[in-house]
């Protein structure tokens, strides 16, 4: 009978979906990938200014990118949902990895290894041997002498026919390991908790929904709306002197929500200093804290960097702008109707409509007062020199069919070429730069130029030198000139006087009527289209190789119809004896009504006088767990101090009995600076065994044992 032995093998079971998903968690290359994904947004969270208004965006990167830059949640980085996934995930990463390694890191630190074997000593690259005449208690003896003195821990074990100590110091060097990798879990940890995760968990489940309307702030529905409550939050809220509030805004992609405050906050008083330059050196606010907790209300100076700690709330002097200041405006129409101008006074921020005979219906939008202006050129020497141009307004101009012009005025002319204008800057949208239509001063408002803006105060309404008070401001000969080159009636009248009146010899009185229809008509084409529209005039209606010489002729007779009318303004002035500073500013006249055309409104907005209300830009943060945070960074930076400035050193004697005394064994090893550790075990070598190096040092590839 024959028997078949089976031999059953046993299959070596799998690892377990526990253990293979702790390894991927605390594995170094997820969490050098997961470092790198932070690192890189970061740098986009850095480069990118986070939080603006979507159009600022839209303007600068156009449509297209703005639509992939906002769909990658590029604008709000560190609330963008693949941000926080990630942040959450090298969280989990960084904990598995301590829970997995940290038991071993602590049994490294405590275990001084009594075990080791002589031969593996010997293997060290740090090592000497030696017979010696001491016997082995007396060798183990001098060596703890020699290690503690140096700051080593000692431990001995005799195993019967040898024995073993076991010195180490730095063992610290392994927390550093710990308290790094823990770090990073409490710094993300608290900085997810003080963040906008519990903020994108409730829009997550529909407790909260972004609002997204340009309504007041009473008006926002409770769903968009949070309490008092909340843990933590960063909002910013502009308050004009005298204003109070108690909300802040926090803004959330395109929209934002309102988060409810325990007191109430008051900006009493804003003030700012400025450079030299005209850029702002200081600013601070004067606050007052309404509370039902305090006997009375709370008052206190806040300044950039000086914050306001009240009941965890920190309130930052963020920025500063308009509160919405009172302005009067000379509103000069463009045409026949511009010899007198129409007050208009306004706000900032708000929207007037407007008619304009012959140009239908306009809204006007103030969008801002900027009271310090300046800009740096080099002057005649070759040095740097600031000028002052003084306050401007910036506002915009919307007609029926949609279109809009922005235009930002100045207040006060600027100097050019030794002569004034009024500067008016257009664009047709914000990413185009400013065009200047530059309008001539009159002669004889020379005065104006030594006006400074620290004397246009926001604080002084009824300034007299501008066109809220009694006497002309420069500006009232040039909208003349032009209404009256805009009306028909006046070219004819002025035309047929300067034929007739012998001014210009033209001869027999049929050619003083060619030419008073010519002059009529090249007059009234100027006025309609300027240069551009003569030439186009003049193309029409002449053969090719006449245009040069008909040319000529027309810009000449122009410019005699031009220089009457002229006369005509003056003498209604009651000027005598005309100037060269008269006729220059003809020139400059006819210069400005040329490119006028191109100015898009039909009224030109004079800034007369301004009641400048300031307002204050206050950043309200609750963060209950920045603590937790610094606690985090200190402990990080006590790891990495341990990392890189401890070294953990084990030193070992290996001693028996020999014939004549003991055989000895020395060997030590370091996890840093081996240079360093080098010369010490020459010194413990000498201090411990009467060793000198240069005998018996076994040199070999450094190994643990």
């Known amino acids: 009978m024959s028997s078949t032995t089976v031999e059953t093998r046993r299959q070596p079971r799998g690892r377990s979906t526990t253990v293979i998903v702790l390894e991927f968690l605390g594995s170094m ?4 990938t997961l470092l790198v994904a932070v690192g890189i947004a970061s740098i986009i969270g850095t480069v990118l200014e986070q939080n603006r208004p979507y159009q600022e965006y839209l303007l600068n990167f156009g449509p297209f990118w703005h639509e992939i830059f906002a769909g990658m949640a590029l604008y709000d980085v560190y609330s963008a949902g693949w941000f926080l996934f990630i942040m959450t995930f090298l969280v989990t990463s960084t904990a598995v990895c301590v829970y997995r390694h940290a038991p071993s890191m602590i049994r490294e630190m405590r275990q001084f290894r009594l075990s080791v074997k002589e031969k593996s000593l010997r293997s060290f690259r740090h090592n000497v041997a030696l017979d010696l005449e001491s016997p082995p208690d007396a060798v183990l003896d001098r060596a703890r002498r020699a290690l503690t003195s140096r700051g080593y821990r000692v431990r001995v074990k005799d195993h019967g026919d040898h024995q073993v100590m076991s010195a180490m110091k730095g063992a610290t060097n392994r927390l550093g390991y710990l308290f790094t990798h823990v770090a990073i879990v409490v710094i993300c940890v608290g900085a997810l908790l003080d963040g906008r995760m519990p903020l994108k968990l409730a829009e997550l489940t529909g407790r909260l929904v972004v609002e997204t309307r340009d309504i007041p702030a009473s008006q926002v529905p409770a769903i968009s709306r949070l309490g008092p409550n909340n843990p933590s939050f960063r909002g910013g809220v502009e308050l004009a002197e005298g204003q109070s509030a108690g909300i802040v805004f926090i803004t959330v992609r395109d929209g934002y929500v309102v988060q409810e405050l325990p007191f109430r906050v008051e900006v009493r008083e804003f003030r700012m200093e400025h450079f030299d330059t005209g850029t702002p050196r200081l600013f601070e606010s004067d606050l007052v804290i309404y509370d039902d907790d305090l006997d009375e209300p709370l008052e206190h100076t806040i300044r950039v960097n000086h914050p306001l700690i009240y009941k965890g709330h920190a309130i930052y002097q963020a ?25 208009f006074e306004g706000k900032v921020f708000e929207n007037y409509p407007m008619e304009v005979d012959g140009h239908g219906n306009w809204l006007v939008e103030i969008m801002n007062l900027e009271v310090h202006n300046s800009n740096r050129f080099i002057d005649d020497d070759g040095k740097a020199v600031t000028r002052h141009l003084g306050p401007s307004v910036h506002l915009r101009l919307r007609n029926q069919a949609g279109e809009s012009w922005e235009f930002e005025n100045y207040m006060y002319p600027v100097e050019e070429e030794g002569r004034l204008f009024f500067l008016s800057g257009m664009r047709e949208d914000a990413t185009q730069e400013f065009r200047f239509l530059h309008i001539p001063v009159a002669p004889g408002h020379e005065r104006l130029i030594d006006l400074r803006p620290d004397q246009a105060r926001a604080d002084h309404m009824g300034d007299p030198v501008m066109g809220a008070g009694p006497g ?12 009256m080159l805009s009306n028909p009636e006046v070219i004819e009248r002025v035309v047929q006087q300067s034929v007739t009146s012998g001014a210009m010899p033209v001869g027999d009185e049929a050619m003083q009527t060619q030419v008073a229809q010519t002059m009529g008509r090249l007059l009234n084409v100027f006025a309609q289209g300027g240069y551009d529209a003569l030439a186009h005039e003049i193309e ?14 027309f810009v000449r007779v122009l410019h005699a119809g031009l220089q009457a009318l002229y006369l005509e303004v003056l003498a209604e002035e009651g000027v005598e004896q005309i100037s060269e500073a008269d006729m220059v500013f003809l020139e ?4 400005a009504i040329n490119a006028a055309r191109f100015y898009g409104a039909p009224v030109f907005f004079q800034l007369a006088d301004f009641n400048h209300i300031e307002a204050s830009g206050l950043m309200i943060t609750k963060a209950p767990y920045k603590n937790v945070v610094y606690f985090g960074s200190a402990m990080l930076t006590l790891g990495i101090f341990l990392l890189f400035y401890v070294a953990h050193r084990r030193v070992w004697v290996w001693v028996k009995p020999g014939e004549q005394g003991s055989r000895a064994v020395l060997a030590g090893t370091s996890n840093r600076n081996m240079v360093e550790f080098g010369k010490e075990f020459q010194q413990l070598s000498a201090a411990a065994l009467g060793h ?8 070999s590839p450094e190994k643990t044992p």
């Open 319 to 343: 920025s500063f702008a308009d509160g919405g200041s009172e302005l009067n405006f000379n509103i000069w129409p463009f045409g026949p109707r511009g010899v007198e101008p129409v007050q």
């Open 29 to 32: 290359n997820l969490a050098i």
């Open 588 to 591: 400059d006249a006819v210069s």
């Open 692 to 699: 000198r190096p240069g005998a018996d040092t076994q040199e």
């Open 472 to 483: 002309p401001t420069g500006i009232e000969r040039f909208m003349t000139f032009q209404a």
């Open 540 to 553: 029409t209606r002449t053969p090719p190789d006449q245009v040069e010489q008909v040319t000529d002729v």
